[in-house]
């Protein structure tokens, strides 16, 4: 039996696995969750507009459908044609007046569609010229953030963190709390946060060489 376990030692000490051995201790993470991978700057962001179209007074087709969609209830555009109903050698007024698929028609002339009967919506439809009101809500990029600080052009809204030490034990250091601002030109924080809101979010990791090491915030 000694023989065998000095074998087994010399097996395992030629680098190939132990059967019987336990596995290697897995160090928890703080706070016992898996810590997030360091926060990244998001690439597009929503971009909500309103605004108002009219139609000219010799326009019959609108160029739009709508599914059969019909209030009470928010109304979405579902079709913008190519081209004009009447004639097919013009484009469609939707078209000319840049509707898209997805456009809410909040209003027609003046008045608020989510809260029209159905029979008060096609009415107000066909009574053309038509004056209408249009939200558009889109993904749009978020422009990339320019290391050049001097331009007068360039718009930067920084971002700023508040951020709380807590006490150690036995009161050994108060709670204080501080703000950091993150410089134009900073694309990855160099931090690891946990949990999500709306539970308090913590530091859990911090990068070394990062923003967040170079600043002085530090897990916890």
């Known amino acids: 039996q000694r023989r065998e376990q000095q074998q087994q030692q010399m097996q395992n000490a030629d680098g190939k696995k132990d059967p019987q051995a336990a596995p290697p201790a897995v160090r ?9 991978p360091p926060m990244q700057m998001p690439t597009t ?4 507009t309103t605004f108002t179209v009219k139609s000219e007074d010799d326009v019959k087709s609108l160029g739009f459908g709508l599914n059969g ?7 979405f555009i579902e079709v913008v044609h190519e081209v004009d109903k009447e004639d097919p050698n013009l484009e469609s007024w939707a078209k000319h007046a840049d509707l898209r698929v997805g456009d809410e028609i909040v209003e027609i002339h003046d008045n608020v569609v989510e809260t029209m009967t159905k029979e008060e919506f096609e009415e107000n439809l066909k009574d053309l010229p038509i004056k209408l009101l249009i939200r558009r809500v889109e993904e749009v990029p978020v422009a990339p953030v320019s290391e050049d600080t001097t331009a007068p052009d360039k718009k930067y809204t920084p971002l700023k963190l508040n951020l709380v030490v807590p006490p150690l034990l036995r009161n050994r250091m108060a709670q204080s709390m501080f703000r950091k601002t993150v410089e134009q030109g900073v694309l990855n924080l160099g931090l690891t946060f946990e949990p999500l809101p709306p539970e308090r979010v913590f530091v ?12 002085g915030i530090k897990v916890g």
Do not use: Q
């Open 45 to 48: 962001t929503k971009k909500e």
């Open 28 to 36: 928890p993470a703080p706070g016992g969750l898996t810590p997030l």
């Open 69 to 75: 969609k019909r209030p009470p209830g928010k109304i």
């Open 204 to 215: 859990a990791k911090v990068k070394p060489d990062s923003w967040g090491w170079a600043v």
